[in-house]
């Protein structure tokens, strides 16, 4: 007999086997019943089975286009079995088909090896599947709990800012209040960039990518006023600023001002207090905008994937109490350059320093 027709013949059998197997090597703080445990084995072995016997045969899909190894794993990651668990009740699915069948009366044949090799095959597809499938659920839901928690604390932040605020200007308040209000307010507005941050990430890992609200923009007027923010708020730092060309386009302004904000002050934090350069100069249909400083380089390593996500600079020297960020601007920077169809790249070694520079379009394609 071949293992397709065996699987469905022997069908309870092996699900049974199984079901003990599987309740076995489940933790014991959980208690599943018989239909929670066997929801989804079935219809991955029939399908494991009619795939043996019709390799080339269409792989059934429920309307949603799903197959069961992605349904199953749905089920899993909502009745929050851990990644571990559903990796184990494939092993018990593969030993259960295989423990039979090689107990069964024996015919030793030549498809004999074949076919178990092509049952294990197809059982790690469907596990390939059932795991890419959880580890997506589980994404997402982290993306939802963390855009909540990004979006609810918006609203007590805007009390204390607004608390700050008043503190800061008060007239009756003496020196040293007035010192405090503006160390909250500042503080108010770092967690301000932080939420922020959070939301675009979750935005933009959701596939929604940032939103553009394009308009008629100057780099040149952005450029001069982010680096004179820096320059009022970070009174030792050397910043030389130079616009070249006529560098105005059709962008989103805010979003742009985004792209300095971050490149100059990771210039200003990673740079140990060297001069900052920022150079916006126009070329033929594009801008280039470029942010210098020397310092320790990037470790090559680290260049590689510089723009992903929660990439951070692990140096020595910073105890992981001052980090003040989440390792997400480069990441954001990069989203927004690319949503303006623009590129962004960086080189840093010892000699020349380092260097962000990003290429914008001056206009949408
Ligand atoms: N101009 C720079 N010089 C040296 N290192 C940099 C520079 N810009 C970024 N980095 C490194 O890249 C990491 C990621 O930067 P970023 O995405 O802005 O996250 P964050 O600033 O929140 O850590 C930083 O932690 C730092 O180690
Ligand atoms: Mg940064």
Avoid: C
């Avoid at 092996?14 to 090597?25: C, P, S, T, V």
């Amino acid at each position: 007999m071949r293992l397709a027709e065996f699987i469905l013949i022997n069908m309870e059998q092996i699900l049974q086997g199984w079901e003990d197997f599987a309740r076995n090597i489940q933790p014991s703080n959980r208690s599943m019943d018989v239909l929670e445990l066997r929801d989804h084995a079935r219809e991955i072995l029939e399908e494991i089975a009619s795939e043996l016997a019709t390799p080339d045969g269409e792989r059934k899909l429920d309307p949603q286009g799903n197959t069961p190894a992605e349904i199953h794993a749905d089920t899993r990651a909502l009745s929050g079995f851990t990644v571990d668990q559903l990796l184990s009740e494939f092993r018990a699915l593969r030993a259960s088909v295989l423990n039979l069948w090689s107990r069964r009366e024996k015919t030793a044949t030549w498809f004999e090896v074949e076919d178990m090799s092509r049952f294990n095959a197809v059982l790690d597809r469907a596990l390939a599947e059932s795991v890419a499938r959880y580890t997506e659920a589980q994404r997402q839901s982290q993306d939802i709990f963390l855009g909540v928690i990004g979006h609810d604390l918006r609203t007590p932040l805007s009390a204390i800012n607004i608390g700050a605020t008043y503190l800061m200007r008060s007239e009756e308040a003496d020196a040293k209040l007035i010192q405090l209000g503006s160390r909250m307010f500042n503080s108010a507005v770092r967690m301000q960039e932080i939420i922020d941050n959070l939301l675009d990430f979750v935005r933009s890992r959701s596939g929604a990518g940032i939103p553009l609200h394009r308009g008629d923009v100057d780099l040149g007027v952005i450029s001069d006023q982010i680096v004179e923010e820096f320059r009022a708020s970070n009174p030792g730092a050397v910043i030389r600023a130079q616009v070249g060309g006529d560098v105005r386009g059709h962008w989103d302004g805010a979003r742009i001002g985004q792209v300095y904000q971050n490149l100059i002050g990771n210039a200003i934090q990673y740079g140990s207090h060297t001069p900052v350069s920022v150079l916006t100069r126009a070329t033929d249909g594009e801008v280039v905008l470029s942010v210098h400083n020397e310092g320790t380089p990037i470790p090559p390593a680290m260049l590689k994937n510089m723009f992903d996500p929660m990439r951070r600079g692990m140096s020595v020297s910073a105890p992981l109490s001052n980090r003040k960020n989440l390792g997400l601007g480069l990441y954001i920077v990069r989203e927004i350059v690319t949503a303006h169809n623009g590129s962004i790249e960086v080189s840093s070694t010892e000699v020349t320093g380092t260097m962000f520079t990003v290429r914008l379009p001056k206009r949408a394609a």
